[in-house]
């Protein structure tokens, strides 16, 4: 039996806190009771149940509309909420609600966007979703597949990468140490932490070509602190 079927009046409350019409505040609280419960596999069940149409489709909208629409903490409050999704090694039920929190754009697409905000507090809550993303397959099979489309073009226009990074994804964008944001000592742990993780996971041969899974190695043997001066001052040395 699930959370839901044990407190069928819970439901009613979510649902009251997660109308439009509370403010966003009043809805975090909402929001951060159902992603805790999503950790666990049987309320994730029955969360996504077919019976829940209604109170999914206000949860999916106020969590969009908080990491999308609201100011810093807030939006970082979001991210963290779906940290917690991501937590699971449930590769349906966490892999669906990160599909339908999208809205037509992709999850880890939104991710990296937010990983190279000036916010420090978004940046690094965007991070450690991709932290528990890559600790799971179907985290994994989105960091692969994630390619760099829509708002993220814009923001690379705007700060003139090179046209290589346009069409980039979101594995060669971990892989870049010098990509925007990429020097605070946390974001430095956490990119160092989510290469390990996606190559140390059983399913990461399966997943990564081996040219990419050797550029992790590579990164990941380097260190999380590696700056390309270390190797001219080793050149400089010799």
Partial sequence: MSFFDSYPGLKRQLSALLSPEESPSDSLL?????????????????????????????????????????????????????????ESDDNEGSAEIFGRFGEGEEAASLLMKYAQMPFENVSVM?????????????????????????????????????????????????????ATGCQRKRVMELKHSILSAALDHEASADIFKPHVRDKMAEYVKKGVFYTQSMDMEVSTDV
């Fill in 30 to 86: 909402a929001l951060q009771t159902v992603g805790h419960l999503c950790r666990n596999p049987a309320h994730r069940a029955a969360l996504l149940a077919d019976n829940n149409p209604e109170f999914l489709s206000l949860f999916y909208a106020r969590l969009h509309d908080l990491v999308l629409n609201n100011r810093g903490d807030l939006r970082a409050d979001g991210l963290a909420i779906l940290a917690e999704v991501a």
């Fill in 126 to 178: 965007s991070y450690e979703v991709l932290l528990r993303m890559a600790r799971n397959k179907w985290g994994l099979q989105k960091i692969d597949n994630q390619v760099c489309l829509g708002l993220l073009r814009h923001v690379l226009l705007y700060i003139k990468a090179p046209n290589h990074f346009l069409q980039a994804g979101l594995v060669e964008f971990l892989l870049n140490r010098n």
